[in-house]
């Protein structure tokens, strides 16, 4: 809850984002071509699925460039879009607090700008990093004070491609009206073209009861005083970790498959706007290379949250535990791993994280599988295979699907795949917060264009046909008249 005070400091950072926006001419005026379906049913010309960071983001580009026939849907209630009060479970943002994330380059946008409303400057350099609740809120803000007319409790269950070049979505399995757009974006989030890994040494197990993903929705009271075991050193398992020991459970042990703690957050090595700015327009072989050997290395867990959870005396890291096999055996589950070490447990947690897998979205079938990958597009050299990055789509630098086929799928043209699936295509411009608002301007420009070449005709006549005048004739006088011949004579 905000005081008085804060009420009047975050009012003048509102009229000051609005008059940071009117003097921008925002918002623009619609150009595109008017659209109904043929039973007269209206068009969009853009739909945003999802309304986390990077649909936000989304929405104000496309509207900045013109594009207003525009609708955000997203399947969660209010205020419970994204990972952020679900299942991320971190203290603090991974990101630096001075990254500016999606301001779209407008400074009263910015968190800093938020937070020292609310807090004043001295607290801002006090602040480490931003906790992940108050990020949550600034979101919040960010919809509110832009006025992002999201759509909640939308849940698209299929995008159809129709006969006349229009997607069609269908809105709970057909149970709500359906939306119909010119062009779709999936600002989905890091599972967005995919799922959660689900390792088979899990397979016969109950699911909730024996173990869960950290995606999940985990009842961390059930394991207090319990024993826990969580799969993996990542971030997202250190931090489901550090729940669990905070709630109470007996002991918590991590289990990794790698001989040796990851430290070192490779892409920090290379981390500028060169990368962002560049990223998509070098070669295949390079992107792949970059790609290939960051993900091998991994990524380490952040410093504060490993600390959080080894400040628990009943904490423990284990290495080279790659797990064998996995059973539940008289009402606990015995952990088998490839050297034939035995940990007994009440519940696993899976910190497996996330695989991208375009054919696992079911409002993708049935044509899923005509989706272009890395895998069908680019064969790497031996000691760089990844079967994992072979599943990321292969994707247009306006963040679009391509065919597999060519000519099997045009439609796909029309599906910009805004979200961390991105990454192997154009880089980390859809997903994190850095580039996040590089990445929207590159789809707003790139789903203008398409639209403007799309209805050249249309412009062609609107140009034809434009005919108000910028002169009335009084602004000269014709010189060879012979009025004008005649008073000069």
């Keep these: ?90 203290e603090t943002l991974r990101s630096p607090k001075n990254l500016l994330g999606p301001a779209l380059g407008i400074a009263s946008l910015s968190f800093r700008a938020w937070f020292t409303a609310l807090y004043g400057e001295a607290e801002w350099e006090e602040l480490f990093r931003i906790p992940r609740l108050m990020w949550m809120e600034y979101l919040k803000w960010y919809r509110e004070i832009l006025a992002i007319p999201v759509e909640n409790q939308t ?13 069609e979505l269908e809105i709970g399995n057909g149970a709500e009206p359906p939306i119909f757009t010119r062009k779709l974006v999936l600002a989905t989030g890091r599972d967005g073209l995919g799922k959660p890994t689900i390792p088979d040494f899990v397979d016969g197990m109950r699911r909730l009861k024996s173990w869960a993903h950290s995606a999940d929705d985990i009842d961390f009271e059930r394991l207090k005083g319990k024993r826990v075991v969580v799969i993996g050193v990542g971030a997202s398992a250190v931090d489901n970790a550090a729940e669990a020991l905070e709630q109470g459970a007996g002991e918590v042990r991590l289990l990794a498959r790698r001989k040796e703690m990851p430290t070192v957050n490779k892409l920090m090595g290379i981390g500028s706007y060169g990368v962002t700015a560049g990223f998509a327009q070098i070669s295949p072989e390079w992107r792949w290379r970059l790609m290939d050997y960051a993900a091998k290395q991994q990524t380490p867990a952040p410093h504060n949250s490993t600390l959080r959870v080894s400040r628990h005396p009943n904490a423990y890291f284990h290495f080279d535990c790659g797990i064998r096999s996995m059973q539940e055996e008289g009402g606990e589950v015995v952990i088998t791993t490839v050297n034939d070490r035995i940990f007994r447990t009440d519940f696993v947690i899976l910190g497996t994280g996330f695989c991208i897998d375009p054919t696992s979205r079911d409002e ?45 799928a045009p439609w796909l043209k029309d599906i910009h795949c805004f979200n961390y699936a991105a990454s192997v295509s154009v880089g980390k411009v859809s997903g994190d917060i850095p580039a996040i608002s590089e990445g929207a301007l590159w789809l707003a420009r790139g789903a203008a264009a398409s639209l403007f070449i799309r209805d050249i005709d249309y412009h062609w006549k609107a140009l034809l046909a434009y005919e108000k005048p910028e002169l009335d004739g009084t602004e000269w006088t014709d010189a060879d008249e012979p009025e004008f011949v005649q008073k000069t004579a």
Aim: hydrophobic residues 35%; aromatic residues 10%.
């Design 1 to 90: 809850m905000i005081n008085n005070q804060q009420q009047r400091r975050l009012a003048d950072l509102n009229a000051r984002v609005k008059q940071d926006l009117s003097y921008l001419n925002y918002p623009p005026a619609n150009w595109s071509m008017p659209v109904t379906t043929a039973e007269g049913q209206p068009v969009s010309d853009v739909v945003i699925i999802g309304s986390g960071m990077c649909g936000l983001v989304a929405w104000q580009a496309l509207t900045r460039a013109g594009i207003t026939k525009l609708r955000i849907v997203d399947r969660a209630p209010k205020g419970f879009e994204g990972p952020w009060v679900n299942y991320a479970r971190m």
């Design 155 to 167: 849940h698209v269950t299929r995008i159809l491609p129709r006969a006349d070049g229009l997607l």
């Design 364 to 408: 993708l079938a049935p044509y899923q599988d005509k989706i272009a990958c890395w895998g069908d597009r680019y064969t790497p050299p031996p000691g760089e295979r990844n079967p994992e990055l072979g599943r990321f789509p292969w994707l247009n630098d306006d963040f679009c699907f391509t065919e597999k086929v060519g000519g099997t």
